[in-house]
């Protein structure tokens, strides 16, 4: 009878367990749609927010860029009077001057542009398009990403769900045979080995229950990291 004291500390062990580590069943876990995890999800990634400010930059400095050719262009205007003289001549054979107002004013504007501040505002632009372009396609990926995660985990939360289900009858089961045999123990009905292998496999079942919990729990959580939602 030695072994009598191990395997009532093991049956008190294994209560205060299912104590401290609560059954996770469907009822306790706040699960929404998978296509609302995902739009959580995209509105919760610190990564798309990135790609978004990213996105807003380059098309800020494409508008700015196309604005800048303005200070580029140089204007010279000229405003010159004079006064050149009509020269007629008479009947009588003489020659008069007389003034011609209209033709001695002149203005003058001149416009010139640099090849190269055009050239290199071009260039400048086509850059900034192309990062903007990039920063959209990279937004597109980590959505694509993001959304083949949170399908996966959510996937894996309600299989390992049904399976925790299944281990928890499992163990519950044990823990009914569990304690038919300490009681067939104690009244000496059993031999020590029944008893043990009785043990073996009430242990294999928690251990196969707790294993699947945790596994529940970890794609839980990453879940709620991911979304931002609280689950469980």
Known sequence: MKFRPLIVAFLISGSLTAQVNPVISAASLKLPSPEELVDAAIANSPHLKQQDALYLKNDYLIKTEKQKWISGVKFNFELGSGNQALLIQQAVGTVESYSNLNNGYRATLNLGVSAFDLVNRKSAVKIAEYEKKASYQ???????????????????????????????????????????????????????????????????????????????????????????????
């Open 138 to 232: 990279q937004r597109e990926i980590l959505i694509q990403e993001l959304r083949l995660t949170i399908l996966t985990r959510y996937q894996t939360v309600l299989t390992t769900l049904r399976m925790l289900e299944i281990r928890s009858e499992a163990k519950q089961v044990n823990k009914q045979t569990r304690a038919m045999a300490e009681k067939e123990f104690a009244e000496g009905k059993i031999p020590v080995s029944d008893m043990s292998t009785v043990i073996e496999s009430a242990a294999r079942a928690d251990a196969e229950y707790e294993t699947t919990r945790q596994t529940l729990i970890e794609n839980i959580r990453v879940l709620e990291v991911l979304t931002g939602k609280k689950l469980l």
